[in-house]
């Protein structure tokens, strides 16, 4: 099968096509005919080796998200061949990252498509969506109360917003000027200018602190003024800071989120009712996944680049 991936780390130029052979499921596993797979800045960092490389050797085989069809199951899968999924990978997980013709999955890393929502749009749903979910079921926040969100304009913020809305907290989120209208659409109560003073800004609305505040914009001391003594803050990335005032510092870990059907099948039932709105910036064969890190290193990118394998 054809996968995209690097026998040595380094910048985009790196990714490359491998011909790898053709996994097959084991029980309670499916396999996936991949037609789209997001691409993530986590990706970046397994392409760059930032990550290591668990126990796999190469080629290493970036992404975490794609939807597809199922054509072929293991013994006592729940799925049937011909059923629209999309799922979580783990790129130093058992199997292989997402970048595959053919990705091979436990039947708990999927669930279907949102109806009426093709396979390059899903994509975009799985890894951001389910960190999103993570982080709020961490900060547990009671309706009412306040969150604050940097990188708004990101996947992951817009999901953040969206479901922090959806669950009835009152939200702050920043955004650029560009990326006002984008993140009035979400919902958010309150917008500040991003950057370096965010958490200033965010005290002007709220001057003992917000409760919680989710760090998708990797601000981290820059933000945490922002949050109230004894109050909450989740990061995306490790974090060798400690925020003090008696902040609880929450580690997303999305890679624990591998066997999540049913949350993932809730952010199935959340766009089809329109809570969740993914999106995509562009879409991109496969072969040029090269082209798709260099745009979303540059930064800028408003929605998910898709790859798409035929």
Known sequence: MKTIGV???????????VELPEPHPGPGEARIKVAAAAVNPTDTVVRSGARGTGDRQPPYIPGMDAAGVIDEVGEGSTWDVGDE?????????????????????????MARIPASMDAVTAAALPMN???????LEKLDLQPGQTLAVTGAAGTLGNYLVQLAKHAGLVVIADAADK?????????????VPRGEDVASHIRKIVPDGV???????????????????????????????????????????VFDEYHSSEKLDRVRALAEDGVLTPRVAATLPSEQAPEAHRRLEAGGVRGRIILTFP
């Open 129 to 135: 969506a389910l960190t999103a979910t993570q982080i």
């Open 179 to 191: 990326d006002r209208r984008l993140v009035e659409s979400l919902g958010a109560d309150h917008i």
């Open 85 to 109: 999924v999309m799922a979580i990978a783990l790129p130093f997980g058992e199997h292989q990252g997402a970048y595959v013709e053919y990705l091979v999955g436990d039947d708990a890393s």
């Open 211 to 253: 409760e919680a505040l989710a760090d998708a914009a990797l601000q981290r001391d820059q933000a945490a003024p922002a949050v109230r003594d004894d109050g909450a803050m989740a990061i995306v990335r490790a974090w060798d800071g400690r925020p003090g005032r008696g902040i609880e510092l929450h580690q997303a870990a």
């Open 7 to 17: 026998t040595e780390f380094g910048g985009p130029d790196a990714l490359a096509v």
